[in-house]
């Protein structure tokens, strides 16, 4: 059997009309300065589903000036916790109302299928609320043991104006991981999202305009990296940027950065490894590695693109694998039952298949797949679900990141050997290990250079949980305590309790 579960188009009718796309800058709607539009196709369908203004170093001009001037006015840094959280709350509220309408147009842009956008869009309402529950707890410290005559507080402060900067793989989701816990510092926003999927977050600039979010407080700027995302990271008025993206684009906004000196958090790429020990349970893992690696198409920072089997249960564990990719239902996106949608651009699309003939010619064996998938019905571009096997560790398709429907297999004996192999890449994300022996897992967990550890499980999040990467994978964390800090200065006060410092000059007796 070689044929594909494929998900022929049903009859939805996608929107007449594209979703007109507008700058949210001072609490006003705006087209671009120039007049500038783009438009975006949807990569399932094949036809304009918006209509968005394209932005300029003039729009980000404004938005950054009403950002700054909200920020130093204290419209809303001096507001309460619970003012702020009253506020959040009430955009969860108004995210749930309008889920059915954001998951839609995040299915239109992005390609992803509708059952997964609906679940996304719940995820993102209960990160508005975990950080309404951050905004309340916020503190700093006392230190009230440096001696009887001083008292020493550790303020707690909002950085600024955040600039935030997001992908297209997940745009509601991440700028739901980014946005509230900004606002609940205090910290007023410019944000960009990518020029490939900007409706959601207009919809998102919609619900915050509603809930009642002073005017300034969040600032929407669309367009493409250059100039708006370059704009944003270079002015001197804004104090951080927030990023999530390639690698590539990373190491570009430290370096337009540096120029002010700005507070720069990055969530990046991955490569991210499983492994797989003979003694776990093969079934979970076996589900495990195919949603891993499915999941978004593979456009996924997160992807479980390379498998490491122990070499004992290779042969049989890979055409297990084969067999269940088959399994998986691909095609129309807004289908309920499919699984796997559209990849996001015909060049992204060409890039996959790239690495996949590159990896071929350099004598690793194609299992499954390795080309397009015609969708009965749809004119958008779809990847095959490919099982890569005999890849060697200096091989660019176990190193890079394809970000498609792509699974590299390798494979080990000793678990020194799968420690060294999983650390072996620029990157250092995510990495999972499955075992029935605890022992293994915590020495795995240990000993993995990752930001993120799963053990008999793959990709489950938390808002509880911090999130990020290390080597390349980025710095800084989102999500928990962690992902508000990275919002927050640390001031130090240290106030002394009565006349009692000792005069460095003494003063002159009469
Ligand atoms: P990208 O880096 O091409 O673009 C991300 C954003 O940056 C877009 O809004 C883009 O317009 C903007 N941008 C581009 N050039 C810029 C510049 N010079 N200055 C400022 N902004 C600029 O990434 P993408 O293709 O949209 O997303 C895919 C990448 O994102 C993958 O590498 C993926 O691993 C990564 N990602 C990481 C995480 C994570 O949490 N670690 C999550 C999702 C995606």
New binding site residues.
């Given amino acids: 059997m070689t044929d594909f579960n494929v998900v022929a188009a049903g009859d939805r009718a996608i929107p007449a009309q594209p979703f007109v796309a507008r700058h949210l800058i001072d609490g006003e709607w705006r087209t671009s300065a120039d007049g500038a539009t783009f438009e975006r196709v949807s990569p399932s369908h094949g036809s304009v589903v918006t209509l968005a203004s394209k932005g300029g170093s003039e729009d980000v001009e404004r938005a950054v000036s009403a950002a700054r001037s909200t920020f130093d006015k204290g419209t809303w840094s001096s507001t309460s916790g619970k003012e702020r959280a009253t506020l959040l709350l009430r955009v969860a509220d108004l995210i749930d109302r309008e889920r059915d309408r954001i998951a839609l147009m995040e299915t239109l842009e992005s390609g992803k299928p509708i059952s997964q956008a609906k679940s996304e869009i719940e995820g993102a309402a209960d990160l508005w609320r975990y950080a309404a529950s951050l905004a309340r707890t916020m503190h700093g410290e006392s230190h009230n043991s440096l001696g009887s005559d001083m008292l020493g507080l550790v303020l707690r402060e909002p950085v600024g104006v955040a600039a935030i900067?997001?992908?297209?793989?997940?745009p509601f989701l991440?700028v739901s991981q980014k946005l509230p816990f900004a606002l609940a510092a205090g910290c007023t926003a410019v944000i960009?999202?990518?020029?490939?999927t900007p409706a959601t977050t207009v919809i998102l600039g919609e619900l915050i305009v509603e809930a009642g979010v002073p005017a300034g407080v969040v600032n929407i700027v669309l367009g493409?990296?250059?100039p708006v995302?370059?704009a944003m990271?270079a002015d001197p008025r804004v104090d951080m940027v927030t990023?999530?993206?390639?690698?590539?684009?990373g190491k570009?906004?430290v370096t337009?950065a540096a120029g002010t000196l700005k507070k720069v958090s990055l969530?990046?790429?991955?490569k991210n490894p499983q492994v797989i020990f003979p003694d776990a349970d093969l079934q979970d893992a076996l589900d495990a590695v195919v949603f891993g690696v499915y999941f978004n198409a593979g456009e996924c920072?997160n992807s479980g693109s390379r498998i490491i089997v122990h070499e004992d249960i290779a042969d049989e564990f890979v055409a297990r694998t084969v067999d269940l990719s088959r399994r998986v239902p691909f095609g129309d996106p807004l289908d309920p039952a499919t699984k796997v949608g559209a990849i996001i651009t015909p060049e992204h699309h060409a890039k996959i298949d790239r690495h996949v003939r590159d990896a071929a010619a350099g004598g690793a064996d194609i299992r499954l797949g390795g080309s397009g998938l015609p969708v009965p019905g749809l004119n958008g571009q779809f990847y095959q679900p490919t099982v890569v096997a005999n890849v060697s560790g200096n091989m660019s398709i176990a190193r890079e990141?394809v970000?498609g429907p792509v699974l590299s297999v390798l494979t080990f004996n000793t678990l020194d050997e799968a420690i060294a192999l999983v650390n072996d890449a620029e990157y250092g994300?995510s990495a999972g290990v499955w075992s029935d022996n605890v022992h293994t897992c915590l020495e795995f967990a240990r000993r993995a250079h990752a930001g993120t550890v799963w053990t008999n499980t793959w990709m489950d999040g938390f808002a509880e949980m911090p999130?990020g990467?290390v080597k390349e994978?980025?710095q800084g964390r989102e999500l928990g305590r962690y992902g508000l800090e990275e919002f927050l200065e640390a001031k130090t006060v240290a106030m002394r309790i009565g006349r009692t410092r000792a005069p460095w000059i003494e003063p002159q007796t009469a």
């Fill in positions: 900067i997001t992908p297209w793989n997940f991440i960009k999202p990518s020029e490939m493409h990296g250059d995302g370059m990271t990023f999530t993206g390639s690698t590539g684009v570009a906004i337009a969530e990046l790429g991955g920072c990141e970000f994300l999130f990467g994978s980025g």
